[in-house]
């Protein structure tokens, strides 16, 4: 079973920062897709941030704000969030699979809130 452990989140004011980061064990090397989801209260999960070797995906939400990278055995992806605004309070999940859109993911992380407020 793959495991995918998070770390980061918490409670930050508006324009803050906050970096989320996920380890992989060693197993997913050959999943070439890491990504970032995250669920409001009464919302659908969604793709915030994507990466493979080729192509990088972000929301039009978080464009220009977060930043998705990883390191280069592809066992770990971070999400570097600034300007945090109120609406990106969520429940943050990292996620990896053959794909970063949904159909592909096949491992998740356990989540980690994330509440912007003042």
């Known amino acids: 079973q793959v495991q995918l452990a998070q770390i980061g989140g918490g409670l930050v004011q508006p324009g803050g920062s906050l970096k989320l980061s996920c380890a992989a064990d060693?197993?997913?090397?050959?999943?070439?897709?890491m990504a970032w989801y995250r669920q409001a209260p009464g919302k659908q999960r969604e793709l915030v941030a994507g990466?493979?070797?080729?192509?990088?995906y972000y929301d039009d939400s978080v464009k220009g704000r977060f930043t998705i990278s990883r390191n280069n055995a592809n066992t770990a992806v971070f999400l570097q969030m600034d300007s945090l605004k109120p609406e990106d309070t969520a429940v943050y999940y990292c996620a990896v699979g053959r794909s970063y859109y949904a159909d592909g993911i096949e491992y998740w992380g356990q989540g980690t809130q994330v509440t912007v407020s003042s």
């Open positions: 990466i493979t070797d080729f192509s990088t």
């Open positions: 060693g197993r997913v090397v050959n999943l070439k897709a």
